[in-house]
């Protein structure tokens, strides 16, 4: 429902994407658990995470596009500080 609104108005207006970076955490966190090398047999927890983390990846994909240039500013430096995290704590495995 919420970005129906968004994409209807053409603008996120005051709504923040607090929520939905941190389901992609989640969502990340929950695939990378549940892949092969880390824990054996766990297929579904794999697909089910992986397309919550499609739609959450589209829901933030829109909120960008909708989004006026300080949001932009703010989810593009999460995402950044998100993705060097997990680089490091992959390199240390």
Known sequence: PTF???FKKRSVEEF?????L???????LWVFY??????????LVVTINSTGLAMEIAYIT????FAQKKGRRL????LFLFLAK????????
């Open 75 to 78: 989810l593009l430096r999460f």
């Open 34 to 43: 549940g892949l092969p090398f880390v824990t054996p047999d766990s297929i």
């Open 86 to 93: 997990s680089f490091l704590f992959l390199k240390i495995f």
């Open 62 to 65: 829109i909120f960008f596009v």
């Open 22 to 28: 941190a389901t992609i955490m989640n969502c990340s």
């Open 4 to 6: 129906v609104k968004i």
């Open 16 to 20: 923040k994407p607090d929520p939905y």
